[in-house]
């Protein structure tokens, strides 16, 4: 039950070039600094990588991308990385945008055992190309696939040694799900507890869908876009 291991480092042993790993967080809000860095130093090479956005120039996922480590993104919003366009209209990159609600619902079906969904998000633009339609009570729907990963790396608030975790306010928007839908979960934190001191009531993921946690240190936790009056 002590799932508890020293560091990123020892958390990514098994990561191999050209697995997938979904990655947590909202912007740069929830995301995973100290497994992104600890993936930076192995140097793992051709990786799809699933994520919400894909970081910014010189930080998070930008980081991979820098280092030429990303084959494949699948995301929602990437406007704020400018190394990120310069890939993909180079062909270096290659990008599968989703409609941010139906990447979440990608997710939570891979996690729910779903292979697929139909919903009417994206249905005539360029998101319905080459994938089956269908007309449910008069609306034209678009059938999704679910997604999994090899690898999922989850940021969390606190968490205890049996894996279950907590995470703080907008850190919740992807991990969830992404806790669900992966072969490995690692769950980085910034407070380890011991069992007994989270509240039942209170674990947003619990620990069965973690296979490893440990603490980090020192996050950054940098804003995109600082607004002061």
């Not at 699933?50 to 280092?67: C, E, K, P, R, T």
Request: with cysteine; aromatic share 8%.
């Amino acid at each position: 039950m002590d799932k508890r291991i020293a560091s990123a480092e020892e958390a990514i042993a098994n990561l191999r070039d050209g697995m997938t790993v979904l990655m947590g967080g909202f912007g740069l809000c929830g995301i995973p600094e100290k497994l992104i860095a600890a993936v930076r130093a192995k140097g793992t090479k051709d990786l799809t990588v699933v994520s919400n956005n894909a970081g910014v120039d010189g930080f998070g996922i930008g980081l991979l991308l820098q280092n030429r480590q990303v084959k494949k993104m699948i995301s929602t919003y990437v406007g704020e990385n400018k190394l990120f366009e310069q890939l993909v209209l180079s062909g270096e990159l290659q990008v599968e945008l989703n409609p941010q609600g139906t990447l979440a619902e990608r997710l939570r079906a891979g996690g729910a055992g779903i292979p697929a969904f139909y919903t009417p998000t994206g249905y005539g633009t360029m998101v319905a190309d080459g994938k089956e339609t269908r007309e449910f009570s008069g609306r034209p729907c678009v059938l999704e696939q679910a997604l999994r990963g090899d690898f999922a790396f989850i940021k969390a608030w606190k968490g205890d040694r049996w894996g279950n975790v907590v995470y703080r306010k907008t850190a919740r928007n992807f991990n969830p799900m992404m806790a669900t839908a992966a072969d490995y979960v690692i769950a980085e934190v910034e407070q380890l507890v011991e069992p007994g001191q989270l509240d039942p009531d209170q674990v947003h993921t619990p620990g069965i869908f973690i296979n490893a946690i440990f603490q980090g240190a020192a996050y950054e936790k940098r804003i995109e876009k600082r607004t002061t009056r």
